[in-house]
């Protein structure tokens, strides 16, 4: 897993269990993150470019398997002396983890894992690393898929029956809301209902009717590097609909193995004029059944959506393959 850090200097890299920063104009290593020990293993990362592009705010998930343990650490790394300064850190409990991390201004978004055999989704957790406050956003009867932009809250929900809604929130909404972590361990549980959305509308699409039974898989956010406080949003999904697609197996093709359909969409949205409206441009699905050389495209992943240009590239890890559909 590699980032190409905003600005195209410097590269964030996880390398054989831990992090690295390196330079592209000096081709060599500049960093590596103090992980917590040589067993500890990086799970996931993101990082915000601060400064003008003179440093950058990184948030890690890391591991001990032999212990059990996990924790959340976000470090503020600068460019000038390459020292990396603690910003946060959260250590979770024995068989607990934290999953997706994400991190834009004073706000960081994280999923935390009760168990690591928890089945059911879990709530989406916010941190202000700056006042060491955390809250959590939860739902009764649908899942959320939460990133920070700055200065706000972008929220994917999919409600029942009405299928999925794009909402924004102002940090701003979370104020009454935020307990500090060391006095209180456990975070407050929010309900979504009760907050003051700035926009709310439902995503639909003429050829897909119905998106009631899609399950949001990442959420993504790109800022425009033309406009100020523009985003352009795109939702990757699965359809959790029971279909019977061909398999293969030692005997051949049996097509009638039931499986999931294994549909993939990309919602684009564009949030422009200072998050007055939402545009949307459309829809892209991508069936993971019988590829067009009769294979079986059974396992998408590593999934890069190039924003402005129109293409999206994915690996099929079983066929060894790259995938390159184009949405525009």
Known sequence: MATLLRGGEYILFCNHRTLECWSVRCSKLFWVYP????????QEYDADVIDGGAGVNIIVSERNRELGSSRLQIVKLDFGSGISTPLFLSEAPRQCRFSEPKICGDIAVVY????????????????????????????????????????????LSNILPGGPKVSILDNSAFSSHWRNVAMHPTPNKVPISELEFLLQESITFHDLPSLTLWGTIELFAYESP???????????MRDGQQN????????????????????????GTQDIRFLEQILYFGAFGHDRGESSDGGIVSDLSYIH????????????????????????
């Open 112 to 155: 935390f894992l009760e168990s690591t055999r928890q089945s059911s989704s879990p709530n989406p957790r916010l941190i202000n690393w700056k006042t060491k406050d955390h809250l959590e956003l939860t739902s009764p009867t649908f899942q959320l898929t939460v990133i920070p932009i700055l200065n706000y809250i972008l929220v």
């Open 305 to 328: 959506i190039s924003t402005y240009s129109g293409a999206l590239t994915c690996i099929d890890t079983t066929g060894n393959r790259v995938l390159i559909s184009y949405y525009k």
């Open 244 to 267: 019977h697609l061909a398999t293969k197996n030692s005997g051949g093709f049996n097509d009638r193995q039931p499986s999931c359909a294994l549909k993939y969409i990309l919602l």
């Open 35 to 42: 992980k917590n020990g040589p067993k500890s293993t990086i």
């Open 226 to 236: 033309l406009q100020d406080e523009t985003y352009r949003v795109w939702a990757l």
